[in-house]
C-alpha cells in the first residue's frame, strides 16, 4: 500500500503558526479514523489529533485550543493548523489512520516520514 506523504512543517518562533498537510491513499482514507502524532527526541510517539469520518475530534491536551485537525474527504486529505506554537511543540510529526475499539483510539501500522517542526523560543 502506498504510505502517507506529510508536508507543511519547518522552523517558526514561538506563537507562530504552521499547517500540516497529509496525502492519503482513498483505500485508507474512506471510513477510517485519521490521525496526528508526534515524536519528540527521547522520547516516545504521543497521539496529538484525530477526526472521524464524520468529524468528531478528540485533542491532546498540551494542544487543546491551539491545534485544529480537519479532514477533506473529497481529497483524501487530513490537515493540522497549528497556532501558537511554543517551543515544547517540537518534533517530528506523523500522519496515521486507525479505528476506535471501544473508547480508544487503535492505530493501524500506517505511517509516513513524518515532517519536522521546529519551534524556537
Known amino acids: 500500500q502506498v504510505q502517507p506523504v506529510e508536508s507543511g512543517g519547518g522552523l517558526v518562533q514561538a506563537g507562530g503558526s504552521l499547517r500540516l498537510s497529509c496525502a492519503v491513499s482513498?483505500?485508507?482514507?474512506?471510513?477510517?479514523?485519521m490521525a496526528w502524532y508526534r515524536q519528540a527526541p527521547g522520547k516516545q510517539r504521543e497521539l496529538v489529533a484525530n477526526i472521524r469520518v464524520l468529524g468528531t475530534t478528540t485533542y491532546a491536551d498540551s494542544v487543546k485550543g491551539r491545534f485544529t485537525i480537519s479532514r477533506d474527504n473529497a481529497k483524501n486529505t487530513v490537515y493540522l493548523q497549528m497556532n501558537s506554537l511554543k517551543p515544547e511543540d517540537t518534533a517530528v510529526y506523523y500522519c496515521?489512520?486507525?479505528?476506535?475499539?471501544?473508547?480508544?483510539?487503535?492505530?493501524?501500522?500506517?505511517w509516513g516520514q513524518g515532517t519536522q517542526v521546529t519551534v524556537s523560543s
Open positions: 496515521n489512520a486507525g479505528r476506535y475499539v471501544g473508547a480508544f483510539y487503535s492505530p493501524y501500522d500506517y
Open positions: 482513498n483505500n485508507i482514507f474512506s471510513g477510517n479514523v
